[in-house]
């Protein structure tokens, strides 16, 4: 088992650029979720999702898209790059409980963007 | 919006002295995590507590779940070199999967 897998590790983009962080999971869990860490401020909910098909917004999820078109894959779109999203991003993926109960959340390795 | 805040940030302490880290939630949680990220890694699950008044230890951990379901605490016995990294806890509301996580607790030990 790969667990979480994120592409790519490591991405400079120029302001005004679009890209696509890859996050895939091979658990058969139902939920993934994205998230930005920077300094000071933990770990951000951008987006998650609780099957495919369906999406919702976290904390800050402006200037990010996402899709769920297989439970595998969640990618998210970086739809104009700013200075402010430099940021380490994890994908995380868990079995989603009732209620809203989650089980543990397994994280990728996440990429680290830098937006000059 | 659901915050979820944490102290301290930073904590250094001696080898062998004890750790506490707390977690505020401004609404109520229907479950409770923390996780330990280590330096330049990725966060890794500890727990998970769903009680109200919930306490669970793991070896030198002893993690508490608030009897109002808005708080909880993580206490490191004895602390090893082994336990530096940053603990996070994250709780979600009842009915929602939006796991909000705290700003961490930066835990440096000194040998």
């Known amino acids: 088992n790969a667990g979480v897998t994120q592409t790519p590790k490591f991405q400079v983009l120029k302001t005004g650029q679009s890209m696509t962080l890859q996050c895939a999971q091979d658990?058969?869990?139902?939920?993934m979720s994205w998230y930005r860490q920077d300094p000071g401020m933990g770990l951000r909910l951008i987006h998650y999702?609780?099957?495919?098909?369906?999406?919702d917004q976290g904390e800050v999820p402006n200037g990010y898209n996402v899709s769920r078109s297989t439970t595998e894959d969640f990618p998210l779109r970086l739809l104009s790059a700013a200075p402010s999203q430099t940021s380490v991003y994890f994908c995380?993926?868990?079995?989603?409980?009732?209620?809203?109960?989650?089980?543990?959340?397994?994280f990728g390795q996440g990429t680290r963007l830098t937006v000059v | 919006g659901q915050q979820v805040m944490q102290i301290p940030q930073y904590q250094h302490v001696q080898e062998g002295e004890d750790f506490t880290t707390y977690c505020n939630s401004s609404?109520?949680?229907?479950?409770i995590q923390w996780y330990k990220q280590r330096p330049g890694g990725h966060p890794v699950f500890l727990i998970q507590l769903v009680k109200s008044g919930e306490v669970k230890k793991q070896k030198r951990l002893t993690f508490q779940f608030g009897e109002a379901k808005k708080n909880s605490s993580l206490h490191i016995t004895a602390t090893q070199t082994t336990d530096v990294g940053t603990y996070f806890c994250?709780?979600?509301?009842?009915?929602?999967?939006?796991?909000?996580f705290g700003t961490g607790t930066r835990l440096k030990v000194l040998a």
């Open positions: 658990m058969n869990h139902e939920y």
């Open positions: 999702s609780v099957g495919a098909g369906i999406t």
């Open positions: 609404t109520t949680l229907s479950n």
């Open positions: 994250a709780g979600a509301t009842s009915g929602t999967y939006k796991y909000i």
């Open positions: 995380a993926s868990s079995l989603a409980g009732t209620g809203g109960m989650n089980t543990e959340a397994f």
